[in-house]
């Protein structure tokens, strides 16, 4: 059985993760958005706020009721916390006629992730694929996943933009959490809180909760029900890694590719997106030098640079790598599609590119050549 | 009530931090190339196989990856890269010189399957700089004369000051029964030998292609009409290995950059056999 | 001493060519050698002869200002040098020389062009075959153009 935690007793959330050594991280409005920033309280979550997203559109709304959590997701995901957009890896300092290699420490602390939406869950489990479930892994993500503590919340009002269901996803939050919290608004404002891992648990028997009922589990699952069913047939997943690869030389990717402005934002806010380049630099007078990784976008033009040319030198070129790359290539690398469709890079495109809609275009191309 | 403390990650080697190895010999092939010997100043990376490469950092200045060129069953703890000097890092590594200390990561990669050629005809084909990753191969099979039936080596080069290994392959031609052909794409009257494209060695060279085993490294463009002229001759794709090349930040799978389709080259290759990548090299700007 | 025509159909250009064919062909041709460092042909004479090189290596040069004398291709065994007497104004583009000693077979290219317009069959089966080595020489030289030795490392 899940548990209660009222609304008013939030703040009791906040005070049981700092007493165990958290930093919180959460979202709050910023900037005409809502993003990821460590809080200190309830009172700094956007209570009462929403967000409408259209293709390029993106913006904030106020609610008639006060949920803290009543918007789909905003242009930040969790990987700013576990792959950082700057990182250090390590320094290296000239002696004895040769030179010694100091890693960096992972020393950010142990943080709780407040308000994962079960898409971010995905995207999470995502990643952790990459960056620990291969043979090399990364040091600094791994060290960062392992103090990450996952608070999720359902989703019960996903966005124009959102299609989790089509890709294997849900608004309620299934697995990989600590602790999972579904709003529930009526006839009092309160959470249902379940617990997914032992220091979950252990959170929770220190919240001043009560036993959920089955009107509360009632009300939890049609929430997330009505939220799936909204999201229903707005994307085609059918046979698409193969569509995809079938079709390498569409006219679509013409068309996209008139449009796209090779600008990077869908890369920038997907939550899955890791690539990543390192910059050697050393110290004025030679003595050190440092190697730092940071976030790239396979829509630079650098990004495919080699001596002697550039293998993608095209809008066109890259705008098909990074799409067939997210939804049909990653799965032969990583086993799983890299899409968890949030919407962020359909709402954050400048020129309101969305992926939905392109694929449909390959699909549809690809039958009126059959039949041709 | 437990708490939560955050351990310091431990300061283990990451994949991404080099390991101090000093020049020991330094040799000039040409004028543009150079062959470095490095030798562990403290920790040794793992064996390197044919094939292989590690990333060569050039202190401050960068990392580049450059396949292996050595002589692997001899060579020991020593690593032996052939580098050419065209960009900041790759200048950097070649001004090096004896007793300087560079950084290694590595090895990475998969390794050219040598023994795919066992009891067959072994066919090497270098273009340009392509002859150093494949000069392991010949190494091995000099080695192991009796596991191989013929040896050849075919090699063309842009002009003959750009060629590699020249006082090598006539020691290879006189141990392999004359089947080293080296070419050039151009040459003055002082050049006696043959001048042409590499794909035209191809046609008289000593192999049977119904059974050889082929291994082809150079510029992609190379390695595409070589394996025409070899498919033209009779060798199917299923017996041509080539090795591949895109841009690298990492070369342990982390960064994206190596992608070709659904291979990242530095963990599914460099190594390739032609017939698994035939159709990703058709798509332009894959 | 092998027949001038087991020395011809060495060569794939003419390998399967009926006997009475062979025969006509082999009418126009003779045994020729080389020393090392003689000239085949210049650049501008009238190009009435064409090779087929049974030993040794013939080098096609050109005369480039500011850059000497370079080769641009070199013929060996089996291979044909020579193709302008094929078409008019039949001039010799380039200049040939014995890179080592060379011995080839020398075909009169005016006897052989006669023939063809005697006998129109022959001359469709020798510019059929002629026409194919010219492409895959054609394809060649697009690959040697693309002069692609760029960089490998870096």
Known sequence: MASILQAGDLDSLFGALRDRGYRVVGPTVRDGAIVYAEIESAAALPGGWTDEQAPARYRLARRDDEAFFGYAVGPHSWKAELLPPSVRLWQARRENGGFAVEDEVTDTGPTAFLGVRPCELSAIAIQDRVFVGGEHQDADYAARRADAFLVAVDCGDPSELCFCTSVGGGPDAREGFDLALTELLEPEHRFLVRAGSPAGEDVLAGLPTTEATEDDHRAAAALTAVAAHEMEGRFDATDLHDLLLRNLESPSWDNVAERCLSCGNCTLVCPTCFCTHVTDTTSLDGATAERTRVWDTCFSLQYAEMHGGNTRPTTRARYRQWLTHKLATWQDQFDSIGCVGCGRCIAWCPVGIDIRDEVRAIRAEEETHAHA | MATVTSEPALAVRGAMTPLPYRVARKRRENHDNWTLELEPVDEAIEPIGPGQFTMLYAFGVGEVPISTSGDLEHDGTTLVHTIRAVGAVTKALCAAGAGDVLGVRGPFGNTWPVDAAHGRDLVVVGGGVGLPPLRPIVYHALRHRKDFERVVVLYGGRT?????????????????DGNVDVTVDAAGSDWTGKVGVVTKLIPQAAFDPETAVCYVVGPEI?????????????????????????????????????????TLICRDGPVYRLDELAPLLEVPEL | MRTLDALITESPVFRGLEQDQLDLVAGCASNVTFDAGERLFGEGDPADTFYLVRHGIVAVDTYVPNRGQLTIETAGPGEIVGWSWLVPPYRWHFTGRAVEAVRAVQFDGACLRQKCEDDPLLGYDLLTRFAQVLVSRLEATHFQLMDVYGDRNE
């Open chain 2, 222 to 262: 190379m390695m595409r009409f070589t394996a025409r002229a070899l498919i033209d001759r009779g060798v199917t794709r299923d017996r041509i290995w080539i090795s591949m090349e895109r841009t690298m930040r990492c070369g342990v799978g982390l960064c994206g950059h190596c992608q070709l389709g659904p």
């Open chain 2, 160 to 176: 003959p000051d750009d060629l590699l290994f020249r006082r090598e392959l006539d020691r290879w031609r006189g141990r392999l």
